[in-house]
Structures are given as C-alpha cells and as structure tokens.
C-alpha cells in the first residue's frame, strides 16, 4: 500500500462536488482527514495538477480468451492503468463468447492493476436467439450484459432479457445497430466513401435500434445503456426517453467526439468502426449532448486490433480502434478547451456517470476511503505515440495528435499503478 501527500492540487470530486485546491495526504492506501503528515513521507508537488477518483471505463474489449496477440486482461490492464482507469467492464464478444460464470470468474480473479467488472452475454453464444442463463452470471459476478459487436434484434428476446436484467438488478446495454438496415455499410456517407467507393452505413441503422431499444426499456423498466453513440438522431431520442423519465443512458466515445467522416484522410483502416464516424452534424449532436447531460458518461470502445487486420486499406480492415491511453487527452482537449465542459462535469463522465449505470456507490476523494485517484497533468502538452503504448495494438486514428491532458499517476485500492516518467517526483521530507 502507498503513501504520500499531494500538495496543492486542484481536486475534482463530482461524488461531493468539490472543485478547489487543495493537499491529499494518502497512508498505507487510505486518503486521511489529517491534512499536514508526519515528517518523512513523501511529497508530491501538485501545482498545476488535477487529481480526481480513478476513471471507469464501461465499454472495453480485452481480447482474452481467443485473441492473445492483439490484447490480453494483463496488457488491457496495463494500458488502462497508464490511461488513468481504475475500473473497466470488459465486452463478453471473445472466443469462446462471455455467457458462462466461468467466463465471469476468469475475468474477474486476476490480479491485475485495475479491478474488471465483466459485462456477460444477453443470450447464449452471442447469437440473439435464447436469452444466456443471466441469473448464474449474475451471481458469478456480471456487472451488466450485453452482446457487444452485435445487436439482439428479436424483440421477443431482448424483452425477455431486459425483464431477467430487471429483476436482477442489472443494466442492459446494447450494440444499437439494425442489421438489415446496416447491411454490409462500412462508412457514412463523406468524400472518402465516394471517393473509395465504400459501402454505406446509413444512419437510420443506429437510430432504429435506439427507438426499438427505448421502447422495450418503456415495457419492462430495465436501466438500458445505448453503446457508442454515433449521430444526431441517437442524441434526440435519448434525450426524449430521458425526459420522460425513462432509465435510459448513452456513451460518447472519444473517437466519435472528436472526428467526423468527412475527415477521413484516405483508406486507412484506421478509421474504420462500428458504428462509423458520423458527419460533422452528428459529432456536433453528440457534443452538445454531453454539455447539456443527455450522455452522461464516456466510454473509449477499446477495441485492439493487430497491425496485419487494420492495415488492409478501410474496406477490409477489422472495426474498431484503442482508446484507453488516448481517452483523457481526447476528451479534455476536445469537451473541456474546445466546448468549454466545466472540468468537474468532465470527470463525472468518468466517475459518478458509468457508477450510476452499473448501480455501484460513486467513487470518491473522501476521507477514509481506500484510494483509487488520478493525477492528470493538463498543462505540458503531449504528443500521441502508439509506439509508446501498454497495449499489444497501435490500431489507432489519432497518431501525432498534440494534446494537452494527460494521466501522471493512478493509484488503484491503495497501490500504485502507474507512473508517467519524469512527470511525477516523490521528493523526500520538506
């Protein structure tokens, strides 16, 4: 367990709505009340610096079991780690598919420096047909259920699961994607699918789910999570459900925040996911959705991929890009300095937002609480370099991209788990 004391940092605390400066002193892994230490425990100078709970990331994929070579939990963890998460919920579309509570506990018994809460199938094999034992999974530990990378498109079914998650306590989240709507679409529409040739992903796909998604959440009452929202008419009819009351919450992903198809450069695979990139309408819908609360939470979509799958050109490659050790970088530079998201509703997006979701207590600052924090750095600018990664995967659009945010320090349950180099000096005694 860790010890030190933090000096003159700006704390974001959105479980108390604290912003203000301040010391943290940290003993033997527990935040204390005392604000001044005993002589000879390391310092920290936080001028300068933020420090908020540790970020929880409800939307990744670890590849592990199936696909070692593009990620595995003890890599995924890794790079959650360096991004400056605590808890992530891991996707149950690995090979073989989540929906077993030995999956469930492999996941979970790790140890590893973030603490997984594994998302488990809807149905059985991930393939829409007959809703997966949820109450075992439940029990084995599942935080949520999805069949992420696919939607369950018969009603009958997803009705029935909602019903199951309901009763259990858990939320359902969904791919929203119609797929005889998406077809084999691969891009929206933009200069570089006219110029490639691509086939279209029409944006009709996405907004057909969500509408079929919200009006089962009407019926049955589970809390249901719409993934990686993509376009403006997502935006609207969450808003909508929301207004009226309903439980239901979407993600922003970094990727869809910060770029638009009509800024894809060429056939790069790179840019390549599911859903696509929207048109700068839709990246305008989803921002303005997370300034004025529709989406309360991000999500990175972590989805590694090995260089051989993404560099096929755009029509080829595999969907999906990393994003663990991009993800504050991105949505500081893009909600906080471009939009103007005051940083305490920024770090709610990835605290107080995805506990909500899950039904876990908020993570907090609190005296007498084992420490789960990051220390985030949002002067020094920072230049994106894959190479330097804790993920096995490069597969990412934003190389080179100068940002200005990003993690020095995360410390999980009272350890530490990382530690940028030569960003943050333990000194000795003052």
């Not at 974001?12 to 943290?24: K, S, T, V």
């Not at 998201?341 to 506990?355: E, F, N, V």
């Not at 005296?367 to 789960?372: E, F, H, I, R, T």
Request: charged letters at 20%; proline letters at 8%.
């Amino acid at each position: 367990m860790t010890t030190f004391y933090l000096q003159n940092a700006r704390i974001l605390d959105p479980a108390c709505d604290r912003d203000e400066p301040a010391d943290l002193y940290v003993r033997d892994g527990v935040i204390q009340s005392r604000c001044v230490p005993p002589d000879g425990v390391p310092r920290i100078d936080g001028a300068g610096l933020l420090v908020a709970p540790g970020f929880w990331d409800v939307h990744v994929h670890f590849r592990d079991p199936g696909n070692g070579a593009a990620e595995t939990r003890r890599t995924g963890a890794a790079a959650a780690a360096a991004g400056g998460f605590t808890r992530v919920v891991t996707m149950p579309n690995t090979v073989p598919a989540g929906d077993t509570p030995a999956w469930v506990r492999a996941q979970i018994e790790d140890d590893l420096p973030v603490r997984i809460l594994p998302a488990a199938c809807i149905s059985k094999g991930r393939q829409g047909r007959e809703v997966a034992d949820l109450e075992a999974l439940a029990a084995a530990g599942a935080a949520a259920f999805t069949d992420d990378g696919a939607m369950v498109d018969d009603d009958a079914v997803m009705r029935a699961a909602m019903t199951r998650a309901r009763q259990l306590g858990k939320p359902v989240m969904d791919h929203a994607v119609v797929p005889a709507l998406a077809r084999n679409g691969v891009v929206r529409d933009g200069p570089a699918a006219r110029r490639l040739g691509l086939p279209l992903f029409p944006p009709e796909a996405e907004v057909e789910a969500v509408l079929r998604d919200i009006r089962l959440c009407r019926e049955t009452g589970c809390a249901t999570h719409i993934q990686h929202i993509s376009c403006a008419g997502s935006v609207a009819a969450i808003r909508a459900a929301r207004a009226e009351g309903l439980p239901v919450t979407g993600e922003a992903s970094p990727h869809h925040l910060a770029i638009a198809a009509e800024e894809i450069p060429g056939d790069d695979g790179h840019y390549r996911m599911n859903p696509p990139l929207g048109n700068h309408d839709d990246v305008r819908a989803i921002r303005d959705g997370v300034l004025d609360g529709t989406l309360t939470l991000f999500a990175t979509d972590h989805a590694p991929h090995t260089a051989e799958t993404k560099t096929r050109g755009f029509l080829k490659a595999a969907f999906g890009i990393i994003g663990l050790e991009t993800a504050i970088g991105v949505t500081w530079e893009i909600m906080v300095l471009k939009e103007g998201l005051h940083p305490l509703a920024w770090a709610a997006r990835w605290t107080t937002g995805p506990a909500a979701l899950l039904g876990r207590p908020a993570p907090s600052l609190a005296a007498g609480v084992l420490a789960d924090l990051v220390v985030i750095d949002p002067r020094t600018p920072w230049r994106v370099t894959p190479d330097t990664f804790r993920s096995l995967s490069r597969n990412t659009p934003f190389t080179g991209w100068a940002l200005h945010a990003r993690p020095v320090l995360t410390v999980c349950e009272g350890r530490v788990t990382f530690t940028a180099p030569d960003a943050v000096a333990l000194e000795g005694p003052a």
